[in-house]
């Protein structure tokens, strides 16, 4: 049977599928088993924001250069996406409980190797090791709940997952900062050994193997190589666009060769026996819309956030810790949330919840555009929990439409394309965002030098201070008078502010086209028939 008709009988014959008898005992009992994944996924998505609190401490410490520390994070980024899709196939081929259980070790074992490191070199390797293993980790996850979760309860399993990424996510400046200010940069990773060898057991003695009856038998190496080639050509050149610049002839290049190698592996797909991604599975509107959908939330969100921690730390001079505090409405809303959009996507289906949702996330991004420098903590509260609020519906209704429109037997894939989706998104909004926020600086920032009559500055000057400034930062030279020093705290925050309501403004109208595109989506038509594979 090949992979089209696979995809279109698990579309077209839902209903002929057996649901298996509720588990009994602690193996395969879904709630055990979403606690199981959870602990699993929470390690992975708190190493995704806990680290940038540890990089200058690593900095000082292993006398790394800025290109080094930019690696620890772009290499653990670049393997997780390059990774994602492979994994889920590997969660498809020889079940989503082996590579499970195979991600939580590695991870666990890689950041310890990290907290013993004593060369950035290999902090750079073991976080590539990181991100592949990872990789393993969360497509495996979603397989498992999938694979688990009767289907009227599995939208409120999702939403719990998407509650405990969401709050780890947001958790991570939090955590990494109390470890990095009172105990080490190092325990900042060991943490992870701890946290691993708990859900290693409970993965051991809960989690159970699903098989698919038409699971794959082979693997399509050539597409997985050509796959792999395009995600780091498309992920390097979105990491590396703001430092060569956007026209330059190597990110034009690295966006180029990634083109080519997508049309290139789409072609490959058509004529192999056992494809990487059946593109039978884009024939879903509303699998193909979650997708996008997913791109364009992480834009929005993640690009966003990227700013918000500049303009609590930098313009309102708050520590890490403060500032991963002032973001408690957003992570409060996301928990609280999460299950709730579940609960109600069960209910009325995904696409109210999700068009709700996406207009949510674009009004808090058009209000957060109106904030300035004297903004005060109940009205950017208030932002950031209109945000978490419309978060919470997206995270979970688009990975249901995502997950539940693909057959069981590419339920892996399926969870792999839904967090490439969000990777892709995340580094896409960051590059755009920051690139609207660098001309926005370059624009005002001449004209309020000169209206807050400061001391003139050469063009060479002037670019060196947008550096700083489109991070928040004030370029004040050592020995500055107190007087002008003030002057140009204010210009670098007048500026920055203004850069990132341009942003905020950007993202908002991206969260418009996504509330139109979840028009699109519609309840899992697979959901069911994932409830009938065997169990090993």
Sequence with gaps: MTSQTTVEKASREPEDTPVPAPAKGLRGHPWLTLFAVAIGVMMVALDGTIVAIANPAIQQDLKASLADVQWITNGYMLALAVSLITAGKLGDRFGHRQTFLVGIAGFAAASAAIGLSDSVTLVIVFRVLQGLFGALLMPAALGLLRAT?????????????????????????????????????????????????????????????????????????????LLSQAMFCLIWSLIKGSEWGWGDPKTLGFLGAAVVLFFVFALSQK???????????FRSVPLSAGVVLMVLMAFAFMGGLFFVTFYLQNVHGMSPV?????????????????????????????RLPLVGGMVSVAVAMFGMSQLTIGTGTLTMSLWFALLGFGLAPVMVGATEVIVGNAPMELSGVAGGLQQAAMQVGGSLGTAVLGAVMAAQVDAKLDGNWKAAELPPVDAAQLEQASSAIEVGMPPVAPGTPPEVAAKIAGVAHDTFVSGMSSAFMVAGIVAVVAALVAMLTKRGVNAEAGMGAGHI
């Design 322 to 350: 403060d500032s991963g505090l002032h973001l408690l409405p957003l992570t409060g809303m996301m928990i609280v949330g999460s299950p709730l959009a579940g609960a109600a996507i069960t209910r009325f289906g995904p």
């Design 149 to 225: 979760f009767p289907a009227e309860k599995l939208n409120m399993a999702i939403g719990i997952w998407g509650m405990v990424i969401g709050a780890s996510t947001a958790g991570g400046p939090i955590l990494g900062g109390v470890l990095v200010e009172h105990v080490s940069w190092q325990s900042v990773f060991f943490i992870n050994v701890p946290v691993g060898v708990v859900a290693l057991v409970f993965g051991l003695v809960i989690l159970r193997d699903h098989r698919a009856e038409n699971a794959p038998r082979s693997f399509d190496i050539g597409g997985i190589v």
């Design 271 to 281: 004529n192999v026996r056992e494809p990487l991604i059946p593109l039978a599975m």
